[in-house]
């Protein structure tokens, strides 16, 4: 009888309750966390380099300068560009409509003037990649790039600039996009390249 007894013990079992809790925590934790990225206004062949700089994945403005030389811009956190958009709109006496700012919010870039703008963000979101943005005016009359970056800089005061411009970009496209940046006050931002190992002699 002793013997039978010990023979009919019960199997141990583990309580998984507490570790499915925990999984379903960390999916929610990194579900609201997570800054999802999304595509690029412009696709840019960027040049070269040695240097290395991990960029922040927050409060980063990005200047696109293609292989024209038209500049498009990018902020980082939809709710920033929301901001961003409310100071464009107060400065220039523009009201923009709850949709309008939706829009915005979900763009991943834009490189129109001040008097497209309005037309881009009330074309339907899966007609506006075919939507021909023909850059942000630098030169000229008023430099609407300029105003862009000051009001990205009070919306975001701890803002970051960085410049990605294509490799086959004539120089003195990337010089007129420093010398806007140097104009008003902005000194410290970061040219945005790809790897290149010390042996590598292909150029760009």
Do not use: C
């Amino acid at each position: 009888m002793r013997w039978s007894a010990l023979s009919r013990s019960k199997t141990p079992q583990i309580d998984m309750t507490p570790m499915v809790d925990m999984a379903f925590l960390l999916v929610t934790f990194f579900l609201l966390a997570t800054t999802f990225k999304t595509g690029e206004i412009v696709w840019v062949q960027m040049p070269r380099s040695v240097a290395g700089l991990n960029l922040p994945m927050t409060d980063l403005l990005t200047i696109y300068v293609d292989k024209d030389g038209r500049a498009y811009m990018s902020l980082t956190s939809p709710q920033a560009r929301r901001a961003w958009l409310h100071e464009y709109g107060r400065v220039s006496q523009v009201a923009y409509t709850e949709e309008e700012y939706r829009a915005f919010e979900t763009m991943s870039g834009f490189g129109v003037s001040s008097a497209q703008l309005r037309n881009l963000l009330q074309t339907p979101a899966e007609e506006r990649k075919r939507f021909k943005q023909n850059g942000i005016p630098i030169k000229g009359d008023k430099n609407e790039l300029a105003e862009w970056i000051i009001l990205a800089r009070v919306t975001i005061p701890r803002l970051r600039v960085a410049i990605k411009a294509d490799a086959n970009t004539p120089y003195q496209k990337v010089e007129d996009v420093i010398k806007t940046l140097t104009e008003i006050n902005v000194l410290r931002f970061t040219l945005i390249t790809q790897p290149k190992k010390l042996n590598d002699d292909a150029g760009y």
